[in-house]
């Protein structure tokens, strides 16, 4: 692929990208009211580089193409969205899923089935419909839906382990299976505390 084309193809993946953001903003306030906590702390996101691009392919042993990306990758474009209790990604996927337009392409639940290794995170692929002048054409965008205690173990755990061969080492995985535990009970008690905070404000002493 030449850089060239990269840009080429990156185009509607950036304004399907551009188009889901739109949609998590309008999603991340209450029209109703100032009061209501935002349930989204923060969102990151990202198109696939073009080596990350090729070399992805290369790992499913596919050429580097143009065309091959576009018909095997479906996370050129990527989103991952923070939020502050189980509660919040819920209620975000549920809106999502709801949203009639959007075709859901794939959807991954490692937050009620964790991965082996401790992993949670709930993924899913959405069909974004790109109205351009000529035509309508689906986009698929990489969203992964997390608590703010997922992401620390996620993004810990990519960063002493990115190294793959750290990752079979069984002190290793057992010590980052035990911090996925404490830090799924950590969230509970802040969810807890957050419950008694909303009843408290609902009886009017908050
Ligand atoms: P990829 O080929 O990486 O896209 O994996 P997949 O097609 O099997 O999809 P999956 O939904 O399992 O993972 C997609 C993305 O989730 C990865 O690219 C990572 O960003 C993230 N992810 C999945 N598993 C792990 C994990 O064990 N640790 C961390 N840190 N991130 C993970
Ligand atoms: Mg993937």
Redesign the pocket.
């Given at each position: 692929m030449t850089n060239e084309q990269y840009y080429e193809l990156i185009v509607p993946y950036q304004d399907a990208l551009n188009l889901l953001m739109a949609r998590l903003d309008v999603l991340n306030h209450s029209i109703y009211s100032t009061d209501v906590p935002k349930p989204i702390h923060n969102i990151q996101f990202r198109i696939k580089k073009k080596q990350s691009i090729e070399n992805k392919l290369e790992r499913k042993g596919m050429n580097g193409s143009f065309t091959a990306a576009k018909e095997n990758l479906r996370?050129i474009a990527g989103i991952r969205v923070i939020c502050y209790f189980v509660r919040d990604v819920e209620q975000l996927v549920d809106n999502l899923k709801g949203q009639r337009d959007l075709i859901v392409i794939q959807e991954?639940n490692y937050i009620k089935t964790p991965?082996s290794?401790g992993?949670r995170?709930y993924?899913i692929i959405l069909g974004i419909p790109v109205y351009y002048m000529e035509r309508t054409e689906y986009y698929p965008v990489e969203v992964?839906i997390r608590t703010i205690s997922m992401d620390f173990w996620?993004s810990m755990?990519?960063r002493v382990c990115y190294k793959q061969e750290r990752r079979g080492k069984q002190e290793i995985q057992a010590m980052l299976k035990q911090y996925a535990e404490l830090l799924g009970e950590m969230e509970k008690g802040f969810e807890r505390l957050n419950n008694e905070e909303i009843e408290r404000f609902a009886d009017g002493k908050g």
């Open positions: 996370d991954r991965k290794n992993y995170s993924h992964q996620a755990e990519h």
